[in-house]
């Protein structure tokens, strides 16, 4: 069991693995994101509140949605290189960081888009915007300390360290956001937390978070090979590539 | 437990003989306060109400400043090397010195606080809360600060980096402590958050020392 | 009847390979060391010396194959850097090193280990004042202070006079034969008994 475990998380493998399921991935996830914005920019109904800006949610709430479970991956894969040594855990922890940083970017600048129309401004400390640039400085912290111990071998265990240590905190800071903002804005207008959203509103961001999910996965695949490549340049099997 | 004492004691003697490096902090920590009168004027209402938030950020960013050189002397001569490797457990050494750290920064700032809250016109119950959220607090941010401490030894721009990683985890520990401060300042009652900052000191005793002596180790792995 | 004899085997080195900057250091290095028997590993600088010992000292863990000891402890480890601190005395230093190892010792035994590595008169100079080679000497003082079985030193003889390098050595042959194990990297020819040689080449 063991054995089988370690094969599959050799360089060498997943490299053979991943190509092959990288074109149905990237296809799908193709798939999946343009029927969801055509569904979403053509077919939803406007909303009686906010009229046409609700549709700017169809890249906001997955953007969101992938940026903390994106932290939650890396995290893992932080943990299971701490434990297991299995390089590949500290390759996909190295590789996912960029990708959620970019997606916490995006969906912190799509909240300040959909801010505009719905509150006049650009930005409002909401518990969510809040505890979104909170998890942006996280993956901040993981880049700049990954970066600055470029070189040194021990720079993957230092990473994935702080990524756990990240993550036992990440609900703690949520639950302190959360707590924060009801203390100081008790009845504010929330962006997502919408009573009961209707089936046909509902569907097509379904729609858009698989999407954005598969779209994750096939990017992080791509960034991982690469990073293989990078490392493993010089063992015969990339030589012969 | 006598390594323990050991540590403290070693400790608190380092930092007596050169003692620039436990003042310089204090020292900034006295002046990022009284930048903020001067840059935003002296009127009583707006003074007392951001009262809270500025000094428990110059703690914040004091604490940071102390933090970074609790292990770096140690792993600069290679003691720390020579800790990592002795009979006696690491992680008690690491605990002892957080303890040492935080009795020359996080409590003295917190002894200082009450002066500032008065400075800032905040009333005697403002005062209190100030000190009690700073003494329950600052271990936590020490013992919190270790692991980043740990983490950037060796590096060029240690510093610096040591705030990019430390600063989101000190989020929990400011929301709690300066809303302990207004409930106070009302004339509320603060036992409430009072307990939430002592559980999350609990916490942070359980596993901020783990993970710095880990962090040390991986330092030392070069 | 079968008597299992305890074996004197100290030291077990299973193919240590160590890759630094995409470059291989040493590739599955096997040795191993009996117990009375010393180890010098030489070679050119930047040949991987100081990752060996650091490696064999439980320091440097980035590296595959085993390091197998028959020891409860970590080894006694002297390293590039003297590992005494500047702003405590000789004294304090060493006091604080008994510490770490959970030995107690009395201030005549401090005495008598600085005496051993000449350094009388100077129990109550802070380590800051002294030269480079003296605060070296500090560091060394533990060899006859502290009773570690294996010993690691990194350079032991940098910064120390002729003399000082005969004390060591002897210092270091009295404890092989008292079935200690030493590790240490030197350019130095040194006459050390029961002694093997690790040449690493690039």
């Known amino acids: ?241 | 437990m006598n390594i323990l004492l050991a540590t403290i004691r070693r400790d608190l003697l380092l930092h007596f003989r050169q003692p620039a490096d436990i003042l310089n902090p204090l020292v900034f920590f006295l002046i990022v306060i009284s930048l903020f009168p001067l840059g935003i004027g002296p009127s009583e209402a707006v003074l007392s109400s951001i009262a809270a938030g500025v000094i428990w950020v110059a703690v914040l960013l004091a604490t940071l400043l102390s933090i970074d050189v609790m292990l770096k002397g140690d792993f600069d001569d290679g003691t720390l090397e020579q800790i990592a490797l002795g009979k006696q457990s690491l992680l008690v050494v690491v605990f002892g010195k957080v303890i040492s750290q935080w009795l020359v920064s996080g409590f003295l700032m917190a002894l200082m606080s009450p002066l500032f809250a008065m400075m800032f016109y905040v009333n005697t119950e403002g005062m209190i809360a100030i000190a009690v959220g700073l003494l329950l607090g600052t271990p936590t941010m020490t013992l919190i600060g270790s692991i980043g401490a740990a983490l950037t030894l060796g590096l060029k721009k240690g510093g610096v980096l040591i705030a990019i990683l430390v600063l989101p985890l000190y989020i929990p520990v400011l929301i709690l402590g300066t809303a302990m401060v207004e409930s106070a300042v009302f004339g509320h009652s603060y036992t409430g958050h009072a307990l939430w900052l002592a559980a999350l000191l609990v916490l942070s005793i359980g596993f901020a020392p783990l993970a710095t002596q880990m962090s040390i180790r991986i330092s030392l792995s070069q | 009847m079968v008597i299992q004899l305890l074996g004197s085997c100290m030291l077990q080195a299973k193919k240590i390979t160590c890759k630094r900057d995409h470059r291989v250091l040493f590739e599955e290095l096997s040795f191993s060391l009996d117990r009375g028997s010393a180890l010098q590993v030489c070679g050119i600088n930047g040949a991987g010396k100081s990752t060996l010992l650091r490696i064999l000292a439980g320091l440097y863990e980035e590296f595959d194959g085993e390091v197998e000891w028959d020891l409860e402890d970590y080894p006694l480890f002297s390293g590039h850097r003297a590992g005494v601190k500047d702003l405590m005395t000789a004294r304090e230093n060493l006091l604080w090193a008994a510490n770490l190892y959970g030995q107690n010792v009395s201030r005549d035994e401090i005495d008598e280990a600085l005496s051993q590595v000449s350094l009388n008169g100077f129990e109550t100079v802070a380590c800051g004042a002294m030269s480079e080679g003296q605060r070296r000497r500090v560091g060394l003082a533990r060899l006859y202070l502290l009773d570690n079985p294996v010993w690691i030193l990194d350079e032991p003889f940098t910064a120390i006079d002729t003399d000082g390098v005969l004390r060591i050595t002897q210092r270091i042959n009295e404890h092989l034969a008292g079935d200690g194990v030493v590790v240490f990297a030197s350019h130095l020819e040194v006459s050390i008994e029961n002694m093997q040689k690790l040449e690493l080449a690039r």
């Open chain 1, 1 to 241: 069991m063991w054995g089988w475990f370690h094969r599959l998380g050799s360089p060498k493998s997943f490299y053979e693995i991943s190509g092959f399921l990288l074109p149905a991935m990237f296809a799908l996830a193709g798939v999946l994101l343009v029927t969801g914005t055509v569904w979403a920019l053509g077919f939803v109904p406007q909303d009686y509140q906010q009229g046409h800006s609700v549709r700017i949610m169809y890249i906001h709430v997955p953007a969101a949605i992938l940026a903390q479970s994106g932290y939650m991956m890396m995290a893992a894969a932080g943990a299971v290189f701490l434990i297991w040594r299995i390089k590949l855990a500290d390759i996909a922890l190295q590789c996912a960081a960029p990708i959620g940083a970019t997606l916490t970017f995006l969906a912190l600048v799509t909240g300040a888009i959909w801010g505009k129309p719905t509150w006049g401004t650009l930005w409002v400390w909401d518990a969510r915007l809040t505890s979104t640039l909170i998890l942006f400085f996280l993956y901040v912290g993981v880049i700049a300390l990954r970066s600055a111990m470029d070189g040194r071998e021990s720079a993957g265990r230092a990473t994935a360290m702080l990524a756990v240590v990240g993550l036992i905190n990440l609900p703690i800071i949520k639950y302190s956001v959360d707590w924060w903002f009801t203390l100081h804005q008790p009845s504010s207008f929330s962006l997502t937390e919408k009573p009961s959203m209707p089936i046909e509103m509902w569907l097509p961001l379904l729609v858009m978070v698989l999407g954005f999910y598969l779209f994750f996965f096939s990017v992080w695949a791509v960034r991982i090979r690469t990073e293989i490549l990078n490392r493993e340049y010089g063992t015969q099997w990339v030589q012969s590539l």
